[in-house]
């Protein structure tokens, strides 16, 4: 069976708010905008820094809900700075069907505090 790579999520225009180069890596992210996406806890992302153009990949992890965080850890500390906006993007395996069928979830940010979303399926 072929499967091909579809996006299944994407959170655009996230504000980076910190990093933390002595952590052990991944990006922090308010865990509200993790379930609207639907991206789980330590599920693979690929980052994209829309600010320098740099392109990662690592983990998700659950910052507190509502605190409107965006964390770089640590290798990921260099990527970036406080105030960059991101991409971040996971993906999913799906047969033909399926893959045709596949609306990815889109977050796409408002403001400057992580807090605001505009939730566009397609």
Same mark, same amino acid.
């Given at each position: @069976?072929?499967?091909r790579? @579809?996006? *299944? +999520? *994407? ?15 991944? $990006?922090?992210?308010? +865990? ?15 980052? =994209?820094?829309?600010?320098?153009g740099?392109? @990662?990949?690592?983990? +998700?992890?659950?910052? %507190? ?7 770089? /850890? ?6 970036? *700075? %406080?105030?960059?906006? &991101? &991409?971040?993007?996971?993906? =999913? ?7 045709r +069928?596949?609306? %990815?979830? =889109? $977050? =796409? @940010? ?5 807090? *605001?979303?505009? $939730?566009? /399926?397609?």
């Amino acid at each position: @069976m072929i499967l091909r790579e @579809m996006m *299944k +999520a *994407k959170i655009h225009g996230i504000v980076v708010t910190d990093r933390n180069l002595h952590y052990t890596g991944s $990006l922090g992210i308010d +865990a509200k905008l993790l379930d609207s996406a639907g991206i789980l806890p330590f599920e693979k992302i690929q980052v =994209v820094n829309l600010d320098n153009g740099e392109r @990662m990949e690592t983990y +998700a992890l659950r910052d %507190p809900p509502g605190s409107g965080a965006c964390v770089l /850890n640590g290798g990921m500390a260099h990527k970036g *700075k %406080p105030g960059d906006r &991101l &991409l971040v993007i996971t993906y =999913v395996q799906a047969d033909e069907e399926s893959a045709r +069928a596949l609306t %990815p979830q =889109v $977050l =796409v @940010m408002s403001g400057n505090d992580n807090t *605001k979303f505009e $939730l566009r /399926n397609r």
